[in-house]
């Protein structure tokens, strides 16, 4: 079953009423029952609904506690008491689902990597229930047909299987029944979608323009001897939007933190508007470059969605019309680690851009957003590059994202860097 609908209109919730986390560990009071097999979830112990119901939630990040893929999927089936060999099958049967190697650092895994590590490890405690918030948000295509495929195999099995998504064009194929949950109820009526220009089409007229963001023979390594990407080289203009396209660790996160300072230029050239970023000052990247990151609660730091806001600007008029052109005014007193991951990744949008970059790097921005919201976002992101000149260059595994954001899109192949048409590439 997949239960869709606007970002914020308590599907997450759902799940955790449905875990048993709610109110247990999140406060707030439940009245009705959530039964499992005809038998209400509270009256068993966490740790029996644990080996019953596996889930991973949006902020999958937060569920990795080892250091290794293969410990990290063994974890569940060791709390469980299983022996030693039905562990190894379990992580054997799980490894090429999530195409990760066992020795790898979950440390050093991009978000598609952990969101498929998680995953996995909720799939190797072979629960009855399944529970999952977004899985596909952070995969690249392939593998997210790979996961779609998986979960088949898993109900097939007789096992029970919840998704929340907005990508319903991946997931409504395999699904028996659709939900669609809009303030605070559910219903099998789900709205057609509303479609989302292509950027590529878009009509401009920037003028004379100069290079915003320049790079020429970039390569980056973790470790030596293993470079994340060799001799990428291209270049973005003053007021262009860019797409970055490639699978899951293909370096796409780590070249915008190279490009907003975060991590050194080890080898080539990198300029920001027409200067030389090697050795430059957190000082010169904090006035010319905003990065939003995959995770949004490590941007957080405020206690209402407007002094968030208004902290990066200091202008209450600027961060008032900000928050109103992202679609935030009505939240505007919230706090921030009260709304859902959608609303946490608008709030920190907006923060960035109230801050005024002259060049906005994006990571999977549109992760969690509901139709309308993705809309409001583009329009958004438009209207701050046509008036302002702003440089946007965004990394994205959705279609629709890429072809409303990319007016240009570059692809992560092999650790080379090729522009492509957005339009024909999707």
Request: proline content about 6%.
């Amino acid at each position: 079953m997949v239960v869709a609908g606007p970002s914020g209109c308590g599907k997450s919730t759902l799940l955790r009423c449905i875990n048993g986390i709610y109110p247990h560990l999140g406060g707030g009071s439940l009245s009705g029952d959530v039964l499992l097999d005809g038998v209400p979830v509270t009256r068993d112990p966490p740790e029996k609904r644990c080996a019953r119901m596996g889930t991973v939630f949006q902020d999958f990040e937060a569920q990795i506690v080892h250091l290794t893929v293969e410990d990290e999927l063994a974890f569940g089936p060791e709390n469980m008491a299983l022996d030693r060999e039905v562990i190894g099958q379990r992580i054997a049967r799980v490894l090429p689902v999530i195409g990760l190697p066992p020795d790898a650092d979950t440390g050093r895994l991009s978000g598609g990597q952990k969101q498929r590590l998680c995953v996995g490890s909720a799939l190797a405690c072979e629960p009855d229930l399944v529970l999952l918030d977004e899985p596909l948000s952070n995969l690249d295509a392939e593998s997210a047909r790979g996961l779609v495929e998986f979960l088949r195999r898993v109900k097939s099995e007789g096992r029970a299987v919840l998704v929340v998504e907005h990508r319903l064009d991946l997931v409504s194929g395999c699904a028996d029944r659709v939900l669609w949950m809009e303030e605070g109820k559910l219903s099998a009526a789900v709205p057609p979608s509303t479609p989302v220009p292509d950027g590529a089409r878009r009509p401009h007229d920037y003028g004379p323009r100069r290079g915003a963001v320049s790079v020429k023979g970039l390569s980056y390594a973790y470790r030596e001897g293993e470079p994340v990407f060799n001799g990428l080289s291209m270049e973005v203009m003053q007021g262009e939007m860019a797409v970055l396209l490639g699978r899951n660790g293909s370096g796409k996160s780590t070249l915008l933190k190279v490009l907003a300072g975060l991590l050194p230029v080890q080898q080539g050239d990198v300029s920001i508007m027409g200067e030389p970023a090697r050795r430059k000052p957190p000082s010169f990247f904090r006035r010319n470059v905003g990065l939003v990151t995959q995770n949004p609660n490590h941007q957080l730091f405020m206690d209402s969605v407007y002094n968030e806001v208004y902290m990066s600007c200091g202008n209450p008029v600027t961060a008032t019309e900000v928050l109103e052109v992202f679609g935030l005014s009505r939240i505007r007193d919230r706090h921030p680690y009260s709304l859902s991951e959608g609303e946490k990744r608008r709030t920190a949008l907006a923060a960035v851009v109230a801050s005024g970059p002259r060049v906005l790097l994006l990571d999977e921005p549109t992760l969690g957003q509901d139709r309308q919201s993705l809309i409001r976002m583009v329009e958004a992101l438009r209207r701050y590059s046509l008036e302002k000149s702003l440089t946007v260059i965004t990394v994205t595994h959705e279609e629709t994202a890429a072809k409303a954001l990319g007016e240009r899109a570059f692809r992560f192949t092999d650790g080379s860097l090729t522009e492509v048409d957005v339009l024909m590439e999707m």
